[in-house]
């Protein structure tokens, strides 16, 4: 087992260590101790002088910058998830038959991730020499742009265009991040990350609502009966709504967001702490069980959320809900605000109790139960029981959300494992590039295998859960290897650094 450590590395560094071989002076830049490690500053600019005091730094988080970057936040789920209660609809309009909608759904909704895996890095370093709130603005006109021409889509290869131009304006995804934690210090990033992942929820409950809006001239013919543009274009309305709000989030962080990025003033006598690399950091203690374990937080995550608005589609005897847009929309709401609720309200707290490990470990108990209940709520519908399929259902939905703190759980647990301050943003990109590999591949592999159980009657359809369930019950396995380090167990001052 691991030493245990009095302190960890908290995510307040810029994402990616600079290329600058430019010479600090230590007389003029605090960011510089004596030992040549770095000072990393807190939200309000100031370097703890040490370890030690910055576990004791109690600034409190600047709420009005949080409250702004959580608007920038809600932006990429909204226009991420607002297509999916409509786009098996939309793939079926454009002449596919139901039995291969999986595979295109899919299709769609992974370019998105290949693209971002491929751009995300960039978008980091222009971050990291032109700041965080340039960068973001753009990413956010770009992502305004992208999400309202894909509700235009004629053709499934103009849905895969567009959907690529959102994948290509990805930088919101890194600033937002990076900005959350150069204002919090390692006391208030466990709540400044709940209320990051608050927000995203938020995002996640709104995207879905304002999908079933598709169809306007046919869901509400009294206020659109008639009209020519949306009954061309059925699933513009939805687009256009998303993409005005990432509109009106450009505009609110071009106006009121601070940036957080130091400039350091320079010298010319000390020479400048030479970044680990890479491969130095991958091979650093723990680092790479704790990037495996957060890759397949993002695997079940993002599996679950790509096979379930085919399985809802699909029709009760092929082994779904043969739910609409809007009943899809319900339930993606329904995951949405639950999964926000158990990040606000519960996470911080259980996080405090039970430390982070304690939390993972929960989530991982809960995940195969969640995913294996899905199946049987279709055998209530087959049966005529639509009583206890309304009645368990959204139940399962609500209360099944709490396995959502996982992903703020191994967030924690890459502050904690990272070597060093100086090498956490970097550490945080090569997640996050892990976590586009994930999100490229697993929605087209997840709707893939679904459709294909379906199209062949394996297990009556539910093949995908099968194959879901057992990779929930791989998860729990893996976390047994979580490095005591990333543990996040609350610690007592002026205890001894290593109990074993």
């Not at 210090?185 to 304002?210: D, E, M, V």
């Not at 099968?466 to 929930?472: E, F, P, R």
Request: charged share 15%; hydrophobic share 45%.
């Amino acid at each position: 087992m691991a030493p245990k450590h009095s302190g960890a590395a908290d995510e307040i560094t810029p994402l990616l260590a600079s290329n600058s071989s430019t010479p600090i002076d230590p007389e003029n830049d605090t960011s510089v101790l004596e030992n040549g490690n770095r000072k990393v500053p807190n939200g309000n600019g100031h370097a703890p002088e040490s370890e030690e005091d910055e576990e004791d730094d109690d600034t409190p988080l600047p709420m009005g910058q949080i409250f702004i970057l959580c608007i920038a936040r809600m932006i990429d789920p909204i226009a991420f998830f607002s297509i999916f209660p409509f786009v098996p609809s939309m793939v079926q309009h454009m002449d596919v038959p139901e039995v291969d909608v999986g595979f295109y759904t899919g299709l769609i909704e992974s370019i998105f991730s290949i693209v971002q895996m491929c751009t995300m890095i960039y978008w980091g370093r222009l971050a990291d020499k032109y700041g965080r709130k340039p960068v973001l603005v753009i990413s956010l006109v770009g992502v305004a742009l992208a999400v309202t021409l894909f509700g235009t889509s004629q053709n499934i290869w103009q849905m895969v265009l567009f959907r690529s131009l959102g994948g290509l304006f990805s930088g919101s995804v890194v600033c937002v991040r990076a900005m959350f934690s150069e204002n919090s210090t390692k006391k208030t990033q466990a709540r400044a990350f709940s209320f990051f992942g608050f927000a995203g929820n938020i995002g996640i409950f709104l995207g879905p609502l304002i999908g079933g809006l598709a169809k306007p001239v046919e869901q509400y013919p009294s206020l659109f009966a008639g009209n020519k543009l949306f009954t061309e274009f059925p699933y513009l309305l939805p687009t256009m709504i998303s993409g005005g709000i990432a509109a009106v989030g450009a505009i609110v962080v071009a106006v009121f967001v601070k940036e957080t990025l130091k400039v350091e003033s320079v010298g010319s006598t000390t020479k400048k702490p030479t970044p680990m690399t890479t491969m130095e950091i991958l091979k650093s203690p723990g680092v790479p069980i704790t990037l495996a374990i957060f890759g397949y937080s993002g695997l079940l995550g993002f599996a679950y959320t790509a096979m379930c608005p085919v399985f809802w589609f699909t029709s009760i005897p092929r082994g779904g809900f043969s739910f609409s847009p809007k009943y899809m929309s319900l339930f993606l709401s329904i995951a949405g605000v639950s999964q926000a609720l158990w990040l606000l309200l519960v996470f911080p707290w259980l996080q405090r109790r039970i430390g982070t490990g304690g939390v993972l470990r929960w989530c991982t108990r809960a995940w195969p139960v969640m995913f294996a209940l899905n199946p049987v709520y279709n055998v209530f519908l087959r049966l005529g029981w639509n009583g206890a399929f309304w009645g368990l259902a959204p139940l399962n939905q609500a209360v099944g959300s709490g396995v959502a703190m996982a992903f703020t759980g191994v967030q924690l647990a890459l502050n904690d494992i990272s070597p060093s301050h100086q090498c956490l943003g970097t550490l945080n990109g090569m997640a996050l590039t892990l976590n586009s590999a994930v999100r490229a591949i697993t929605p087209a592999a997840a709707s893939s295998i679904y459709a294909y159980g379906v199209r062949e009657k394996i297990l009556w359809g539910q093949l995908g859960w099968a194959v879901l369930t057992a990779l929930a019950v791989g998860y729990a396995i893996l976390i047994l290897w979580l490095p005591e380090k990333a543990e996040g167990r609350p610690e007592k001052k002026n205890t001894s650094l290593h109990e074993e």
